[in-house]
C-alpha cells in the first residue's frame, strides 16, 4: 500500500512533470465560437483518466467478483486526474498514480474545489477524495472496506454519492451492488437515502433541489430492460419517476440538467441492457408531458455515436467524452469538434477520457429542507383510489378489499445471470410477506409502512384473490407521508380529493401480518408436505396421473414437484415478463393450483392452513428456495449424470431426434431438451426440446433425472416395459396425445439401463455430499460465509466447515441489518 510520505511526493512530482508538459495548440473553428459564446468563462475541464473495467455490463466497474474475491472489476494500467485549459490546450495533471485508479469528479459550487473517487495503487476500493482546482490540498473523505462513487454537491454543503456499504449484490450477477447515500461534507454521518436492492446510479441535482438518478429494479418483471432516471429529495423522501420507466430495453443514465433549462436534462440512451462504462448517444429529456411520453426526447444533432458522461454548457453545446477523445457539440448547427486526444503513452496503457467537467462557478439549487423524522420507525402511505390507474379495465368500484404488502429482500452474495434456485424463471429475490391493510369502499388505503424498506403492493379482492399486482417497489422515510394516486397511474397525476378520503377519517392502519404462518416460504419446507399429503398419491413416478409427477424427488437444481407446478404453468408470476399486466392475469387470481384445492378437483380438499400457506406461496412469487444461502451449491449439472452419447443415440434417437436439415451438431441429436416450450418462450437453450413436440414439463433436464430415487427417473422410468416396472407400453412412438412411450429396455437388467442408473447415481452420491439447502447437514458455500462475516452477521471467528448455523435465521440477521432504527443518524 502506497504510504501517506510516498503519495505526497508522488503528486509533487506530477505537479512539476505537468508544468513542462503542456502543450500548445489552435483551438478550432468550432471551439473558437464556443469560447466566445457559451463556454466564456468555462475554459478549464477537469476529467478522469483509467480503463474502462473488466466486465461489460455498465454497472460492473468496482469491486470484486463474488465467487473469486481477487478478480476486481475495474480496470489496470493506473490512472490520471486531469485539468484542461481549452483555449490554449495545456493539460496539468492534478494526480498520477500509475497502479491505482480515479474516477467521477464533481466540481464545487465555487468553481475550485473538486470531490472525486479513488482507488489508490495496493489499495482495493473506491473511497471519496477531495482536492483544489491546482491539486493541492488532496484529502480523504470517506474511508472503509466498501466503494463510494459517483459524488454529487448538495446545496445545503453535504454530499450524495454512491457506495457498495449497502452490502448488497446484483440479483443476476456477480458483482457488487451500490445505492444512494448522503454525507456531511467531511464524510461523516453517512446514511442511505435509497432503500433499492439494485443499483442506483450517477446523481445529479436538479434545479429545484431533488436529485436525479438513475433506477435498476425489476420487481416481478424483467431484468434487463427498466434501468430509468428517478429523483428522490436529499434526505430520501418523495421518491418518483423522472422520465423512461415505462420504456424497456434502455439504459438511461449519466442524467445533468442543462444550464438555463430547468426542465431539460443531458442524458446518456444506452441500448438494451446497456454498454459498458455508459457508452451510448447523447439525448436531451424534457419530462414536460410526464414522464412517458417518449417524444419529448430528442438525440443531439451531430453528436458522434458512442459517447458517454456530457457536461452540458447550454445553449445546445455539449461536452462529451469519446474514447480516448473530448469532443465538443453543437447541437443547433449539428456539428462536432474533437477538442483534446489522449497522449499516445497512455493510449498504449489501454487508458481512456471520462467524466469531463467544467472548472466553473455556479449558483446553488434550491435547498429543501429534511421531511424525514429518524425518531420515526415508520412512514405512512395514503392511497386516493386503488381501481384508478392505466390497465385497470374491469375492475370495478368496491371489488378490492385489502392491499397485501410484500417487501424485496436484498442477496448477500450472488453466482449467476438467472434466478436459480430462487425460482424458475420467475422472481430473482426472496419476497417477505408483511400482511395485509384494509382499502375503503371509495378505493382509498392509509396506513403504516416500515422506513427505508422496499414495499411492494398487491390488490386483493374479497376472496384474497390477487387483481392488481405492483411491478415495481416504493418506500417511506421515517416519518414521512407519501400518496399514491391509484394503480399503475399516470406518474403526472395528482391527488385531487384527499380531503374526502375515508381512509383519511381514521387513524393509519397497521400492517396485519399472517400470524403462524412463515413470511418467507420455502418450497420443499412449507408446500411440500401438503403435497405428500393431498396430492403425491395420485401424481407419483408409478401412477404419474396426467403425467404430473408432484413427488419430492431432487433433480438437477429443483425438485420434480417444483418443476411440474412451474412447467405446466399451475403457477402464474412475473416470468421476467415487461410488467404492468392486465388484471388477475398473475398471482392467486391467474394461478390454476388454487382451483385445485377448494374440492373441486378430485374432490381434493386442503384444510383453510393449507390453502392460506398455498395462497402465501404464490402471492410471494413462488419461490423454490426460502433461504440465499442456496445461491451457488446444490446443482448436479448434466455432467455428473448424462451417459455417453453413445446409449442416448443407439437407444432413442430413432425416435426423439429424426433426420432433419438444421441440425448441424452433433448435440443436437442427443434426446434432452433443445426447443421452445409454447407456454415459456424465452426458455434457455438447454431447457428446450426438439424433434417432437411433448410438452417440457416431461422431458426437461429438471425432470429426467432424480437424485432422491434414482430408480425413479423419468428417464430410466418412460423407456422401461410397464412389465418391469416403468411407464412404457407401445411398439411405435407415439403421438402427443396419448403421452405414452414405446418399449426401449424390456427389463433393468438391460445394459444400457444399467449405464443410465449408473451415471444418475453417480449424480446423487455428489449431491449427497456437497448438499442442497433442504437436506440434513447442508452448510452454505465458503462465499456466503465470507460476506455474512464481513457484514457483521457471523463472527468473524466462525468456521464454515465446523461451526453450526441455521441459514434461515442468518438470513433474517441479515435482513434485519437493513432495518431503520429510530434516532439513528449514521452507520
Given at each position: 500500500m502506497m504510504g501517506r510520505r510516498s503519495f505526497c511526493v508522488g503528486v509533487a512530482i506530477v505537479a512539476v512533470m505537468a508544468s513542462g508538459a503542456a502543450g500548445a495548440r489552435k483551438p478550432g473553428p468550432l471551439l473558437t465560437r464556443a469560447l466566445a459564446g457559451p463556454l466564456k468563462g468555462a475554459e478549464q475541464v477537469v476529467f478522469a483518466v483509467r480503463a474502462q473495467g473488466q466486465d461489460p455490463h455498465w454497472y460492473a466497474n468496482f469491486g470484486y467478483w463474488c465467487s473469486d474475491p481477487q478478480r476486481m472489476m475495474y480496470g489496470s494500467g493506473g490512472a490520471q486526474l486531469c485539468r484542461l485549459n481549452l483555449r490554449t490546450?495545456?493539460?496539468?495533471?492534478?494526480?498520477d498514480d500509475p497502479r491505482g485508479s480515479v474516477r467521477d469528479p464533481?466540481?464545487?459550487?465555487?468553481?475550485?474545489?473538486?470531490?472525486?473517487?479513488?482507488?489508490?495503487?495496493?489499495?482495493?476500493?473506491?473511497?471519496?477524495?477531495?482536492?483544489?482546482?491546482?491539486?493541492?490540498?488532496?484529502?480523504?473523505?470517506?474511508?472503509?472496506?466498501?466503494?463510494?462513487?459517483?459524488?454529487?454537491?448538495?446545496?445545503?454543503?453535504?454530499?450524495?454519492?454512491?457506495?457498495?456499504?449497502?452490502?448488497?449484490?446484483?440479483?443476476?450477477?456477480?458483482?457488487?451492488?451500490?445505492?444512494?447515500y448522503r454525507s456531511d461534507a467531511d464524510?461523516?454521518?453517512?446514511?442511505?437515502?435509497?432503500?433499492?436492492?439494485?443499483?442506483?446510479?450517477?446523481?445529479?441535482?436538479?434545479?429545484?433541489?431533488?436529485?436525479?438518478?438513475?433506477?435498476?429494479?425489476?420487481?416481478?418483471?424483467?431484468?434487463?430492460?427498466?434501468?430509468?432516471?428517478?429523483?428522490?429529495?436529499?434526505?430520501?423522501?418523495?421518491?418518483?419517476?423522472?422520465?423512461?420507466?415505462?420504456?424497456?430495453?434502455?439504459?438511461?443514465?449519466?442524467?445533468?440538467?442543462?444550464?438555463?433549462?430547468s426542465r431539460s436534462v443531458a442524458v446518456i440512451f444506452c441500448p438494451g441492457h446497456g454498454r459498458r462504462e455508459h457508452v451510448g448517444d447523447l439525448h436531451v429529456v424534457a419530462p414536460d408531458a410526464g414522464p412517458d411520453t417518449r417524444e419529448w426526447a430528442r438525440p443531439v444533432a451531430g453528436c458522434p455515436r458512442n459517447v458517454r458522461d456530457p457536461q452540458p454548457y447550454g445553449n445546445?453545446?455539449?461536452?462529451?467524452?469519446?474514447q480516448r477523445q473530448l469532443v465538443l457539440v453543437d447541437g443547433n448547427a449539428g456539428k462536432a469538434e474533437v477538442v483534446h486526444n489522449l497522449p499516445e503513452p497512455l493510449r498504449k496503457r489501454g487508458l481512456e477520457i471520462h467524466e469531463p467537467r467544467a472548472l466553473r462557478p455556479r449558483e446553488r439549487e434550491t435547498v429543501l429542507a429534511d421531511r424525514a423524522d429518524p425518531a420515526q420507525a415508520t412512514g405512512r402511505f395514503v392511497l386516493a383510489d386503488v381501481t384508478h390507474g392505466r390497465r385497470m379495465d374491469g375492475v370495478k368500484p368496491g371489488e378490492i378489499k385489502k392491499l397485501l404488502v410484500l417487501e424485496s429482500l436484498p442477496k448477500p452474495v450472488n453466482f449467476s445471470g438467472g434466478p436459480e434456485p430462487v425460482s424458475y424463471l420467475g422472481t430473482f429475490t426472496l419476497e417477505r410477506v408483511l400482511g395485509t391493510v384494509p382499502v375503503e369502499p371509495d378505493g382509498s388505503a392509509y396506513f403504516e409502512a416500515p422506513a427505508n424498506r422496499p414495499v411492494i403492493f398487491v390488490a386483493l379482492d374479497a376472496n384474497d384473490l390477487s387483481v392488481k399486482r405492483m411491478h415495481s417497489f416504493t418506500s417511506v422515510m421515517p416519518g414521512e407521508t407519501a400518496g399514491c394516486v391509484g394503480c399503475h397511474e399516470h406518474r403526472s397525476e395528482t391527488i385531487t380529493r384527499s380531503a374526502n378520503l375515508a381512509a383519511l377519517r381514521r387513524p393509519p392502519s397497521r400492517v396485519e401480518p399472517f400470524a403462524g404462518y412463515p413470511d418467507v416460504p420455502d418450497f420443499p419446507r412449507d408446500i411440500q408436505p401438503i403435497l405428500d399429503r393431498h396430492c403425491v398419491r395420485c401424481h407419483n413416478y408409478r401412477k404419474r396421473s396426467g403425467r404430473v409427477i408432484l413427488a419430492g424427488g431432487r433433480g438437477p437444481r429443483y425438485s420434480h414437484a417444483y418443476?411440474?407446478?412451474?412447467?405446466?404453468?399451475?403457477?402464474?408470476?412475473?416470468?421476467n415478463s415487461l410488467g404492468n399486466t392486465p388484471p388477475r392475469s398473475m398471482g392467486s387470481a391467474a394461478s390454476p393450483l388454487m382451483h385445485k384445492i377448494d374440492g373441486s378437483h378430485h374432490k381434493v380438499k386442503?384444510?383453510?392452513?393449507?390453502?392460506?400457506?398455498?395462497?402465501?406461496?404464490?402471492?410471494?412469487?413462488?419461490?423454490?428456495?426460502?433461504?440465499?444461502?442456496?445461491?451457488?451449491?446444490?446443482?448436479?449439472?448434466?455432467?455428473?449424470?448424462?451417459?455417453?452419447?453413445?446409449?442416448?443415440?443407439?437407444?432413442c434417437a430413432g425416435c426423439h431426434c429424426p433426420p432433419r436439415k438444421d441440425l448441424k451438431h452433433p448435440r443436437d441429436k442427443l434426446p434432452l431438451p433443445a426447443a421452445h416450450h409454447p407456454r415459456r418462450p424465452g426458455m434457455p437453450a438447454h431447457e428446450r426440446w426438439v424433434g417432437v413436440y411433448l410438452p417440457a414439463a416431461t422431458r426437461s433436464a429438471h425432470i429426467l433425472a432424480n437424485f432422491t430415487t434414482p430408480e425413479d427417473s423419468p428417464l430410466l422410468l418412460a423407456p422401461l416395459a410397464k412389465e418391469a416396472g416403468g411407464w412404457a407400453e407401445l411398439k411405435r412412438y407415439p403421438r402427443e396425445q396419448d403421452g405414452r412411450h414405446p418399449v426401449v429396455f424390456r427389463s433393468k437388467d438391460d445394459a444400457d439401463y444399467r449405464k443410465l442408473l449408473a451415471r444418475i447415481r453417480r449424480g446423487k452420491e455428489h449431491l449427497d455430499q456437497?448438499?442442497?439447502?433442504?437436506?440434513?447437514?447442508?452448510?452454505?458455500n465458503v462465499h456466503y460465509v465470507r460476506e455474512m462475516k464481513r457484514y457483521g452477521i457471523l463472527p468473524k471467528t466462525f468456521a464454515a466447515h465446523r461451526d453450526p448455523v441455521d441459514v434461515y435465521a442468518t438470513d433474517r440477521a441479515y435482513w434485519r441489518s437493513f432495518w431503520h432504527a429510530p434516532g439513528e443518524q449514521s452507520e
Open positions: 490546450g495545456k493539460v496539468t495533471v492534478l494526480l464533481a466540481v464545487h459550487y465555487d468553481g475550485r474545489g473538486v470531490l472525486f473517487s479513488y482507488r489508490k495503487g495496493g489499495e482495493r476500493r473506491y473511497n471519496l477524495y477531495r482536492t483544489d482546482a491546482m491539486g493541492k490540498g488532496i484529502r480523504r473523505v470517506t474511508k472503509g472496506d466498501w466503494d463510494d462513487i459517483e459524488s454529487c454537491w448538495l446545496p445545503n454543503g453535504q454530499i450524495a454519492f454512491c457506495s457498495s456499504r449497502c452490502n448488497r449484490w446484483v440479483n443476476c450477477w456477480h458483482t457488487q451492488v451500490a445505492i444512494l464524510g461523516s454521518n453517512a446514511r442511505p437515502i435509497s432503500s433499492n436492492i439494485e443499483h442506483d446510479n450517477t446523481p445529479a441535482v436538479l434545479p429545484d433541489g431533488r436529485i436525479l438518478y438513475t433506477r435498476w429494479e425489476y420487481v416481478d418483471r424483467s431484468q434487463v430492460d427498466f434501468h430509468h432516471l428517478w429523483t428522490i429529495n436529499p434526505d430520501g423522501t418523495g421518491q418518483m419517476a423522472y422520465f423512461g420507466n415505462m420504456h424497456a430495453r434502455q439504459l438511461f443514465i449519466d442524467a445533468v440538467t442543462i444550464p438555463g433549462r445546445g453545446w455539449f461536452l462529451v467524452a469519446r418443476w411440474s407446478m412451474l412447467a405446466w404453468g399451475q403457477v402464474v408470476d412475473g416470468r386442503l384444510s383453510a392452513r393449507e390453502q392460506r400457506m398455498i395462497w402465501l406461496w404464490i402471492e410471494a412469487a413462488a419461490p423454490y428456495a426460502g433461504t440465499y444461502a442456496s445461491l451457488g451449491c446444490g446443482e448436479t449439472g448434466m455432467g455428473y449424470w448424462v451417459p455417453q452419447q453413445a446409449v442416448l443415440g443407439r437407444r456437497t448438499k442442497r439447502f433442504d437436506m440434513p447437514g447442508f452448510r452454505p
